[in-house]
Every structure is written in C-alpha cells, then in structure tokens.
C-alpha cells in the first residue's frame, strides 16, 4: 500500500523535525527558566506557612512547566507538583501552603522543573535551588496575632472577653483631668480644691506579676488533635500568654516537668525575654513517660519563691488519675494562684449526640457519657479546693486561657 506507506514516512519525518526543532529550541539556552525558592527562616508549627516559588522564563516562547518542589520527609508529600504556562519573557510568583505539626529541623530539597513548548514532543529538566535546612518552631504566628489584638486593644474581635473591672488595682498611676464618664468615687477632692477643677486618681494595672507556665511533658499530653499533640497545643499557648504578660509589663516564666527532666526558666519582665522562652520551647524535647509532680513541687519551691500565677497544662482523662496529684496540686496552690488546664475529648462530641439504635451503640455512648461526666467532676472537686481550672478543646485553648489570666488579674487575686 504505496500511499499509506508514503503518508507514515511523511508523518515521522515530520515528527522527527518537529522533535529536532523543539529539542534546539529548549536546549539553546543555557538557563531557559529560573525558579527561586522563598522560605522563610522558621516555620510556624500547627499554622499555614506560605512558601513562594518566583518563575522567570528566558526563552523568546511561552512555556508550559510542570514544577516539583522537593518537600522535606516530615510532610510525608510525595506527589507534589504545579502545572502552569508562563509567556516568554515574563515573571510569575506561584505560592504554597505547608502545616508542620512537629518541632525540629525540617529539610527541602531541590526544586525539578520539566520545561516544553506547545508542541511537548521533548521535557526539558531543570534542577533547581539547593537544600535548604528550616527549623519549625512554636507558633509564632498565633503569637503576633494575639500581640496585635492586644496593642490595637481588639481582642474582643477574637473571642477574648471584656472583663469588668472590680474596685481598684492597689497601683497609682496619676492624677489628671475628670473627663465624663468617668467613676466619680476616683475624684480627688483634695487635688480638686487646689485646681479649682475637677480632678480624679487614675489606677493602672499592677506590674512586675509572675506568670508561670507549667508544661506536663508526660504520657497524658501525647494525644493527637487535629495533626498535633496536646503537648504542642500547650507549647503555643504557653508562648502566647508569656507574650501577652511582658506586653502587660508582667513577668513572665516557664517550667517543664516529665519523670526526670526539668526545664525552669526564671520570670523577667524585659521585653527580649521572650526570644528566651521561645529558644527553650523550640527545644523541648520528651519521651511521653508518666511525669512527677513531687519533683514539681520541688521545682516550683526551689525556683519560683514569689507568690505567682502558674497555669499547668496537663490532662485528666478520668477522676483517679487527678486524685493521686490531688495533694501536690493542693500544695502548689497554698503558695500560687494555681489553674489546672486540660483538654476536653473532642471526639466525644459526636458519640454524645447519636441517637443508638443497637446495642452496641448504647454501650459506646454509655462510656462517652461516663467520660465526660469524670471531666466535669474533675473541674467541680478542684474548684471546691480552690483551684481554678480551665477544661476546653485544644483549638480554644490559647484564647481560654487569655481570658482566663485577664479575669484573675482584674479581680486583683494575683
């Protein structure tokens, strides 16, 4: 069959031609694409981070790319690629997402890029960017948010409570100007028969309060949430509420406890004090074992002799393994204004609202209600001992306890 034959060997020559032709074209050019990769210097841990990759194409054509950015191991990503076409001569940023969910050194690799004409007979591979080494640290991110609330004075915007004042704090600020609506129980009548005008006392919050973050490394915080332990929920908030207190000019602090290991970080108030706090959380490291509170209540006597505000991050899965710390935490609250933090069992939300129809499902929604009944006599047997609790889910955490350190302070129990 001459004409089929004819028409087979006309079609491969032109493939061959057209192959040869983008083969020259791409090839041509020494560095056809560029792709800088835009990391920053630390990662976020538990937040979306934002990678950049900015593209340039040299080529005198448009391109289409297919890009393979190598993402570090901890991701566990391995099918990550970007499709996109780039006209000739022109610069693009592609950006990316990236949730770390554990401390530590994080490695990316290079960057692969396959670059072809419109015709895409030949792929061209770039390999671009060296390794880059980032380290994930606590959540910085959720820092500066609650950092900006509290300067901008918005954090009723998110979740944090108007706490009404009781009384005076015992700190004098000065005495000025009465302006209206002002409390008239604050005029200072001495001050005003001088001036010949109304003048009234101004109260600040006081200062130089210790706040103390008390960390449980132990096997109870392992639980996962949401891609994170519990452990990690508390390094955040612990890391917030240091922030919020050195921006209150308080002073803030951290301890850590586990079965042998301790980590104590005296209170200050300087504002740099914070690049401490976050250095030592960044390396907190724990093998989940049971954890000592004797050796605790030893650390917190030894290290922390001023009466100060100490939040423990722990949790009490049910209302025996409460009862045997119950008298370390007794004691603890006899020399600090003690608030036991936990986590409420977010999945037993759904188990609590079923409606059973087997057996087995009555069972199951029997013991999710037996649990949670445990947790609220865990808040109600340490309230009656007159230690302040916080039971909330992991991801409301950082905001139960601002609350919760703003109510203490203004009804002056610090």
Known sequence: MPVISALAQITLAAFVALTVFEFIMLYRIRDGITVDRLVPNRLSNGDENVITLSIFNNYAFNCR?????????QFQIRNFSIRLGIDSGKAIKKNYTLRPTER?????GFTICYASTTIGFVLR?????????VKVYPSFIQMRKFELYAISNRLTDIGIKKIRRIGHTMEFDQIRDYVRGDDVRSINWKATARANSLMINQYQDEKSQ???????????????FDGLHLLDYAINTSLVISNIALLKEDKAGLVTFSNN????????????????IQETLYNLETDFLESDYEKLLISLRAHVRQRSLVLLYTNFENYSSMERQLPFLQRIAKDHLL???FFENTELSTLLEMSPSKVGEIYTKTIAEQFNYEKKQIVKALNQRGIHTILTPPKE?????INKY?????????
């Open 65 to 73: 790319l297919e890009i393979i950015d190598e993402l570090p191991p």
């Open 104 to 108: 530590g050194v994080y490695n990316f």
């Open 125 to 133: 591979k770039y390999e671009l960017n060296e390794e880059t080494e």
């Open 210 to 224: 210790q706040v103390v973050n008390v960390i449980d490394m132990g096997r109870v915080m392992k639980m996962p």
């Open 261 to 276: 290991k301790s980590v104590v970080v005296k209170p200050e108030k300087k504002r740099t004090h914070i690049q401490r």
């Open 339 to 341: 608030v036991t933090v």
């Open 397 to 401: 955490l950082s905001v139960n306890a």
């Open 406 to 414: 703003l109510e203490l302070k203004a009804r002056g129990l610090i």
